[in-house]
């Protein structure tokens, strides 16, 4: 008896320790109000990481590297580098009135804080099966090129990804398995009816701008209240109208781990994790990422993607992706960074450089985390989704997307499920109306907890006296249509 009262003795101890240092732990941070908006300085955000030494500024750009994690912020800039992968904010980096770095609390909360402390996550699932989502079909041939359309080259990537992935246990279901149209209300459907499950959606980009656009780029949806990574405007639409996700953590560290590791096999451009409100991410109430696996309006990079052992390269970095987050779900493993992948394979991957003159194909290579991004990279990719943007909730009947093929059994059962509505859009505050209330720091355990939950403030900025008002906060003009926003 006296040993088992030591070792609740102990328990006891653990438990008040561990309390403590989640109270010493909110005390930490110091939320800086800059009109309605929540912000914390890189000092504050350097100091709970563990990032040793003063943070100060080379020029506009903070470099923090602690052996662990690494982070690089730019003023006025939404990119930035995250453990050695270019992610977009959801906001630019400010410079408040004492000349201190500001983040937003959105952008703590939902891009740099999974990826720092993964293991601490609550709400993942268990994964057991992952759905396959090769984008378009039948009529809807997506982009295209002299080798090939995108239609074909996602279906064979998918057909190369499902074996894979059988092979290490996983239930496959796959939302097309031949050249058929599914609309987009209904691969959502498709998901949403499996259970313990991911949904990775493949696609291929294409852009009308610049025939030097390259690379790779993923998605996962873009928090509530907050603009998606092509939205240069905080237009207020998109502030305050869409909802968000309650997986919303879970999707954006499997977009990550995914993207290492593709990545981390193929010395491609990065182009960046990234956000959007796209159907499949918006419609899905499971993990849910969209892969853009390269460019088929880019010459060299368009010969690649046309040949079938790239393609199936590509499906093993996936598959390597989704089983690290599979490490991470089930055993707390953090999954491979890019980092990794290089010492692994005993050498620096490269990445080739864009930007060069089509005629010249063999220009220097770039570093593959593009510190220092060529500014044709830049390129909005232009795609057509002609199927109807609907909700979940509504009837199937009302879509007026094109009749599709029969589809194969697994799907039709699927799609008879009955399926959960999704979470209904939250309306925030409009201009000039009072924004909800949110908690201050004193309230804060970790980025992640409600108290830091940026769904509590998405009202629009404005900015204090003391910061002026950037031209990116001025609301013009409504959002140019995109196939899937």
Request: aromatic share 6%; with cysteine.
């Amino acid at each position: 008896m006296e040993a088992w009262a030591r070792v609740a003795i102990r328990l006891t101890i653990v438990v008040v320790c561990s309390v403590s240092s989640l109270v010493q732990a909110a005390a930490e941070w110091q939320v800086i109000k800059v009109g309605r908006w929540d912000y914390l300085t890189a000092d504050n955000i350097a100091k709970f990481y563990g990032f040793g030494g003063d943070v100060q500024p080379i020029g506009n750009t903070i470099q923090l590297d602690n052996g662990k994690n690494q982070l690089e912020i730019t003023l006025d800039s939404r990119e930035a580098i995250v453990n050695g992968v270019r992610n977009w904010l959801c906001f630019p980096v400010i410079r408040h009135s004492d000349g201190k770095f500001l983040v937003s609390r959105i952008d703590l909360a939902k891009t740099i804080e999974p990826q720092f402390r993964p293991q601490m996550i609550r709400n993942f699932g268990r994964i057991k099966t992952v759905v396959i989502d090769p984008g378009h079909g039948g009529p809807e041939k997506g982009a295209g090129s002299s080798y090939g359309n995108e239609k074909d080259f996602t279906l064979d990537v998918a057909l190369k990804l499902r074996p894979l992935l059988q092979a290490k246990g996983y239930n496959v279901v796959m939302t097309r398995d031949r050249d058929m149209l599914v609309p987009l209300h209904e691969r959502a459907r498709i998901a949403n009816a499996t259970r313990d499950s991911v949904l990775i959606s493949i696609h291929f980009n294409a852009t009308d701008a610049n025939p030097a656009a390259t690379g790779f780029e993923i998605y996962s949806l873009t928090p509530r209240g907050a603009p998606s990574t092509q939205d240069n405007h905080l237009l207020e639409h998109f502030l305050n109208m869409q909802a968000g996700s309650p997986v919303d953590a879970p999707s954006l560290v499997l977009s990550t781990s995914v993207y290492h590791a593709m990545l981390g096999h193929m010395p491609e451009f990065d182009r960046g994790v990234k956000r959007a409100r796209f159907a499949v991410l918006r419609l899905t109430n499971i993990p849910a990422i969209l892969v853009e696996g390269g460019f088929v309006t880019e010459r060299a990079e368009s010969r690649l993607i046309a040949r079938p052992e790239w393609r199936g390269k590509l499906a093993q970095a996936i598959s390597v992706g989704i089983d690290n987050y599979r490490g991470l779900v089930e055993r707390r493993e953090r999954p491979m960074l890019l980092a990794d992948y290089r010492r692994r394979f005993e050498g620096v991957l490269v990445a080739r450089n864009a930007t060069p003159p089509v005629a010249d194909p063999s220009a220097a290579a770039i570093p593959a985390s593009n510190q220092l991004a060529p500014a044709a990279q830049i390129t909005t990719a232009l795609r057509h989704e002609p199927s109807a943007q609907i909700a979940v909730s509504d009837e199937l009947a009302t879509s007026a997307s094109p009749v599709s093929p029969p589809p194969p059994q697994e799907i039709a059962d699927a799609i008879e499920q009955e399926v959960m509505e999704s979470e209904s859009a939250s309306v925030a505050p409009v201009i000039g109306q009072e924004s909800v209330r949110v908690a201050d720091g004193s309230d804060v355990a970790m980025p992640d907890s409600s108290a830091l939950d940026p769904a509590k403030n998405s009202a629009v900025p404005s900015a204090s006296p003391a910061v002026p008002v950037r031209k990116y906060w001025i609301l013009k003009f409504a959002p140019p249509p995109k196939f899937r926003e």
